[in-house]
């Protein structure tokens, strides 16, 4: 599986520089999510520009994600460029559960968002 990692003090961007996301790296993307979330990453932003297909395994890959960061945290998919992935998600309805942005730089706009009004409430 290929992709690239960058950590910043609050959260964390995988990009998954793979045109499938199936039944082969959905495993190994799952793992990965268990890692950073165990490792503390805050929050995660999946940037799936290079992804062409997104198959059962793969939603549940991005389910394992949301489920993981959804206590305390937020998981937010980006770059959704290609027609067939957003219209899968849209399909199985999880465009109602998952937070999308258009770009990375939103998601990341939107986590900043985040934090600030959580440390002004504490």
């Known amino acids: 599986m290929k ?3 960058e ?3 609050n959260y964390a961007i995988f ?3 793979e045109e499938n996301l199936n039944s082969i790296i959905a495993p190994k ?3 990965e999510f268990i890692f950073l979330r165990n490792e503390g990453v805050s929050h995660l932003i999946l940037d799936l520009s290079d992804v062409k ?3 059962s395994s793969g939603l549940s890959a991005i389910l394992t994600a949301n489920r ?3 206590s305390d945290g937020l998981f937010l ?3 959704i460029n290609h027609g067939s992935v957003r ?3 849209e399909i199985s309805r999880l465009d109602t559960i998952l937070s999308i942005e258009d770009e990375v730089t939103d998601a990341v706009k939107k986590i900043e968002e985040f934090e600030a009004s959580a440390s002004s409430e504490s």
Do not use: M
């Open 68 to 70: 993981l960061w959804k």
């Open 53 to 55: 297909y997104v198959d």
């Open 3 to 5: 992709y690239s990692l």
């Open 15 to 17: 990009d998954l520089e």
């Open 77 to 79: 998919l980006a770059g």
């Open 87 to 89: 219209k899968i998600i």
């Open 29 to 31: 993307l799952k793992s």
């Open 7 to 9: 950590k910043k003090e």
